[in-house]
Structures are given as C-alpha cells and as structure tokens.
C-alpha cells in the first residue's frame, strides 16, 4: 500500500488562500485514485475532490467547485490541493485518501479508499 503524509495546513482568513500537499512514499500514485476529504468537529467525514485511477479525471465536491483546484508533480509524488476564496466551512482537518480499486461511482465514498495520511488541520478565520 502507498504512504500518504500531508503538510502545507494552517490558520488563514476568509478570502484567503491555502495549499496543501500529500506526499506518497513507497510507491507511486500510479494506479490509484488520490482523494482529498475533509472533516469538521462534530461532522462526517465530506468529499472534496479527487484523481481519478487513470489520473485522467478530477471530480469536485459542489461546496467547494470553482475554488478548489487538484493538481499533481508525479516526479515528486504528489497531489496538491489549492483553495482559494476560503470560507468559515472550510475549516476542518485535511485528509488524504488512495485506492487502487476506486470506481468512478464510489469516489466520493471514503469508505473505498484503504490508505489514509494523518490528516492537516485548515483554519479559517473572520
């Protein structure tokens, strides 16, 4: 299975802007569907975008379409999520997810994932 680490959280105000990355080690993402879920105190765990398998396909969660964009450096194994527009609901921890038998239908599922980073906690302040 791939290691995930995530890095790049942190306090921000509203309007601002934030990117965080999650790093593979051991293995590639080659293969894998490469997600990024969020959770708030209190909430379930919320789908925000993801890498299809082939990589070939990006899929947002709608609260956060056309403010969040997915990108990936595949020399440096890693997937990078850049928000924008920051909002007070943004605010939660960060997760990283990969799976290599995600279907299309089930990304947005975090239960089809089986690897899972440390998670970063995103701040958004007034």
């Known amino acids: 299975q791939v290691q995930l680490v995530e890095s790049g959280g942190g306090l921000v105000q509203t309007g601002g802007s934030l990117r965080v990355s999650c790093a593979a080690s051991?293995?590639?993402?080659?293969?894998?569907?490469v997600a990024w879920f969020r959770q708030a105190p209190g909430k379930e765990r919320e789908f925000v975008a993801c890498?299809?398998?082939?990589?070939?396909?990006?899929y947002y969660g709608d609260s956060v379409k056309g403010r969040f964009t997915l990108s990936r450096d595949n020399a440096k194994k890693t997937v990078y999520l850049q928000m924008n527009s920051l909002k007070l609901e943004d605010t939660g921890v960060y997760y990283c997810?990969?799976?290599?038998?995600?279907?299309?239908?089930?990304?947005?599922?975090?239960?089809?994932?089986?690897?899972w980073g440390q998670g970063t906690q995103v701040t958004v302040v007034a």
């Open positions: 890498f299809s398998r082939s990589g070939g396909f990006t």
């Open positions: 051991g293995r590639s993402f080659s293969g894998y569907a």
């Open positions: 997810a990969a799976g290599r038998g995600v279907i299309t239908s089930s990304l947005g599922n975090h239960r089809a994932y089986t690897s």
